[in-house]
């Protein structure tokens, strides 16, 4: 038997045993909680922000008497009251927040997601009852909007609903309403609802304190499963609904006809226009079909440039596309990645729940595919024409208590070429603390027989294939496990990776293959009382990886301290104690830096963040070498009033060699952001950004007005400038857009 078939047979093995071991798991029955009932109500309220509706008197209010951060559930300073009511159609949410010193409320006039920093309340809830995920809907003193969609994996602002909210800061606190429809929200229809349900209340002031309804334990590491009961929901129905989603979009677009020659003609292309519209059919809230035709995937809101120099592998971008964010909460896995859909032509989506069974299939026509190859030391990013389709099938079924067992296939299908990924995932809680969760996957590839397109001969590891488009077809397997423990002060994490040199994803952005890596973390946790560090830890990392030749490719050990401080200001240093790392044939050994990271908030109108590492580090070039220098960001955000908002970025990277003081690279991206929110729906933002590594500058204006998440109004510009010795900067590209939506819901 060979070692890579003893391997695959092996870990398909486990697979197996962790298979069985979650099937035969017995669900946790949940001990008795508080509840608070919601009651119902004939007519729907209008929003004012005061609680001044009569019909507020008839909900009981429930008090968030504990505050459970920076104090451990010790009597919360500032008294806060909700109350929830309900009719055939909303959910009604409100808090009463007191506060003892109203002029300290942080509040600012923002756009939606973007108040996390400011006085908020929060409701949290879980429809299905499994804790497998949840809903939240935040609110600050001016009526912004704030959700989330929060997993075990953690919290996803990208998610958007339709809701409404109000909020008034009054002489004595402030108060807050929220009105969501039943038919944003997805749940089982039945006669007599039961949901986990919290209510916080968070105050920055010198610390980030935190208030809740409910006690909660700092020995359990889930923050839902500590939730409260609402109950009292009775017939409820989400009821069918049609969206309608269509666009329109103008744009002009011009360039230098000659890059390199900076006197050449700036010449426009003729005006251009392009419509398009989704539709999403969804006759109850556990189904939704959902297609969209000549989509708009552009990217309203600019990426932040990333410093690419010395990398040598793609880097990730957020996602920021409406389509692709639904259902995203299934697709968490490095194996899919949805910005490799690069331009589709139409996509469609089947996404449901029954019972305990959930599942997604999606399915969209590119037509400017981009592949990933991937490998030991580096990955190639090839950007083509050539069409294909991608589809995405999803099951997971959930045990409840945050344990689930899910499959997961991949494909993406060109012109005699294709790549298939088929894998099993899973999440076991047991003993309330400890998680076993991983996931694993095969895959099949038939490359493109195109060396003209990409013709890079690196070997595959020490297989005979290689990367470079020549029609070979080969096959991969991974798997990903991980082994956790959290308590109070005490937290520890062990990983294991072992990915073939063949394995590879094109619906991904999955980079690194042909290593096996151990992983393993401690860290302890203190919570200092009377003191100006609100809580401080020391943590020890370490890792050790091999090639599948049995090479040892790198190893580390990393200790760090921390602290949260008052002043709102958290402070990190790790230092790099141990770390030798083999690349490019040759074993590189006292690669040791600092890393550290601060950021704090002492004023309202203030906050400042920043990060780095300092020492030693891999010139990832042809002909590797130590080099000295440093990586390193930083920035500041001032809010002179509650409108307006600017900020200060800047990153910087410096190398130069050890042996004979060359300097490899030295540049930095300047970067500024300038926001007047006129009220929650109209913002007029200006972004500028100068990157000294290619001399680019970019500028990019932008009006926008949000009706809702859905129901915008965009008109901006891009301006690129490069530097030329002769002349200095130089405009090269211009564009100008409109671009208008509007959701119609029937």
């Not at 007599?192 to 209510?199: A, G, K, S, Y």
């Not at 999803?394 to 790549?419: I, P, T």
């Not at 965009?714 to 090269?732: C, P, Q, R, W």
């Amino acid at each position: 038997m060979t070692q890579k078939s003893y391997y695959s047979k092996a870990l398909w093995g486990v697979l197996l045993l962790i298979f069985c071991s979650v099937v035969s798991a017995q669900q946790t029955v949940p001990n008795q909680k508080p509840t608070v009932t919601a009651v119902k109500i004939n007519s729907p309220i209008e929003l004012t922000g005061k609680l001044d509706n009569p019909a507020w008197a008839k909900a009981v209010p429930v008090e968030l008497n504990y505050e459970f951060r920076p104090g451990d559930n010790i009597p919360a300073q500032h008294k806060t009251t909700a109350r929830v009511l309900y009719d055939n159609e909303f959910i009604y949410f409100g808090f009463d927040c007191l506060d003892n010193d109203p002029k300290s409320i942080r509040a600012n006039v923002s756009d939606r997601d973007k108040i996390y920093n400011d006085d908020f309340v929060i409701v949290v809830f879980d429809t299905y009852g499994d804790y497998q995920k949840s809903y939240e809907f935040v609110v600050n003193p001016f009526g912004n909007q704030g959700d989330l969609l929060a997993t075990s994996n953690g919290e996803d602002a990208s998610m958007d609903y339709i809701w409404y909210s109000a909020a008034s800061i009054n002489d004595h606190g402030w108060t807050a309403e929220m009105k969501i429809p039943f038919k944003s929200l997805s749940f089982t229809e039945k006669e007599e609802h039961i949901w986990p349900l919290h209510f916080s209340r968070t105050i920055p002031r010198e610390s980030r304190f935190q208030t809740s309804w409910m006690k909660i334990d700092r020995n359990i590491p889930s923050f839902i499963t500590q939730a409260g009961l609402l109950t009292g929901l009775k017939g409820i129905k989400s009821g069918g609904s049609v969206e309608l989603l269509p666009y329109a979009i103008g744009q002009s677009f011009g360039q230098l006809t000659d890059f390199s020659d900076p006197k050449s003609n700036f010449k426009f292309d003729p005006l251009k226009g392009r419509i398009g519209a989704g539709i999403k059919y969804s006759p109850s809230q556990s189904f939704a079909l959902e297609a969209v035709v000549n989509p708009d995937f552009s990217q309203i809101e600019a990426d932040a440039e990333q410093i690419e120099i010395n990398t040598t592998f793609a880097l990730n971008y957020d996602e920021k596309r409406p389509f692709f964010l639904t259902g995203n909460d299934l697709l968490q896995t490095p194996m899919y990645y949805s910005r490799s859909i690069n331009n589709p032509l139409g996509a469609g989506r089947i996404l449901g729940k029954s019972g305990k069974l959930s599942y997604l299939l999606l399915s969209a026509y590119d037509r400017n595919t981009v592949v990933e190859v991937p490998g030991e030391e580096r990955s190639n990013l090839v950007s083509t024409n050539m069409k294909s389709l991608a589809t995405v099938g999803r099951l997971r079924y959930d045990f409840g208590d945050e344990s689930y067992l899910g499959l997961l296939g991949l494909s993406r299908n060109l012109e005699d070429a294709g790549n298939y990924v088929v894998g099993l995932d899973w999440t076991y809680k047991f003993w309330s603390n400890w998680y076993f969760s991983g996931e694993g996957f095969y895959s099949k590839t038939k490359e493109l027989n195109n060396t003209a397109m990409f013709g890079n001969t690196r070997k595959l590891g020490s297989t005979n294939h290689t990367a470079a488009f020549d029609g070979e077809s080969y096959s991969g397997d991974g798997i990903h496990l991980l082994l956790s423990y959290n308590s109070r002060n005490y937290s520890f994490a062990t990983v294991f990776n072992n990915f073939s040199p063949t394995y590879q994803t094109y619906n991904g952005l999955f980079g690194h293959v042909n290593y096996r890596q151990l992983y393993m973390e401690h860290e302890f946790e203190f919570y200092p009382t009377d003191s100006f560090i609100d809580n401080w830890g020391i943590s020890l990392r370490s890792g050790l990886q091999f090639n599948f030749s049995g090479v040892k490719r790198e190893q580390f050990l990393m200790p760090q301290i921390y602290f949260t401080l008052k002043g709102q200001t958290n402070i990190s240093v790790n230092y790099l104690l141990l770390n030798d790392e083999r690349f490019g044939g040759i074993w590189f050994d006292k690669i040791n830096r600092v890393v550290f990271n601060i950021n704090t908030r002492p004023l309202k109108e203030l906050s400042f963040y920043a990060n780095g590492q300092v020492g030693k580090f891999i010139f990832r070039s042809s002909s590797p070498e130590i080099g000295e220098g440093h990586n390193f960001y930083a920035g500041v955000t001032l809010k002179p009033t509650s409108q307006l908002n600017l900020s200060f970025d800047y990153s910087r990277a410096r190398l130069s060699s050890v042996a004979t003081g060359n300097l490899f690279y030295d540049g930095n991206i300047y970067r500024i952001v300038g926001i007047y929110q006129f009220n929650s729906e109209m913002f007029v933002r200006i972004i500028t950004q100068y990157n000294t590594f290619d001399k680019s500058f970019n500028l990019y204006p932008l009006f926008s007005y949000k009706l809702n998440a859905f129901t915008t109004f965009y008109a901006g510009a891009t301006s690129n400038y490069a530097h030329y010795d002769e002349i200095g900067l130089k405009n090269t590209a211009q564009q100008y857009f409109v671009k208008i939506q509007y959701l119609l819901g029937v």
